[in-house]
């Protein structure tokens, strides 16, 4: 059974940083690309940013260039998201979801995660 979990979520201040944890199983983790998405508070689920089976990045939001990087472990069967700068209006729930390919819709994801909440406050 396909599983994603994701970690590393929590409370920082602005400016500060946290790294989120996306630990993949029961698929072909090395074929398929794993997207982050987050959601804030009465607002629709949004992608942030992707990284394909072969290790490209994708970024869906300019807001986040420069500060977010993806990575990718294959030993690991893990992918993570590094958050720096971080600000007040990235604060929201962040899902992984896995898929063929990078893309923006949130259908062409097959499995997700149940989140992680990050809180970016002073």
């Known amino acids: 059974q396909a599983q994603l979990v994701e970690s590393g979520g929590g409370l920082v201040q602005p400016g500060g940083s946290l790294r989120l944890s996306c630990a993949a199983s029961?698929?072909?983790?090395?074929?398929?690309?794993i997207g982050w998405f987050r959601q804030a508070p009465g607002k629709e689920r949004e992608g942030v940013l992707c990284?394909?089976?072969?290790?490209?990045?994708?970024y869906f939001q300019d807001s986040v260039t420069g500060r977010f990087t993806i990575s990718r472990d294959s030993a690991e069967n893990t992918v993570y998201l590094q958050m720096n700068s971080l600000k007040p209006e990235d604060t929201g729930v962040y899902y992984c979801?896995?898929?063929?390919?990078?893309?923006?819709?949130?259908?062409?994801?097959?499995?997700w995660g149940q989140g992680t909440q990050v809180t970016v406050s002073s």
């Open positions: 990284i394909s089976a072969n290790g490209d990045s994708r």
């Open positions: 029961g698929f072909a983790f090395d074929y398929f690309a």
């Open positions: 979801a896995a898929s063929g390919w990078c893309g923006l819709g949130t259908g062409m994801y097959d499995w």
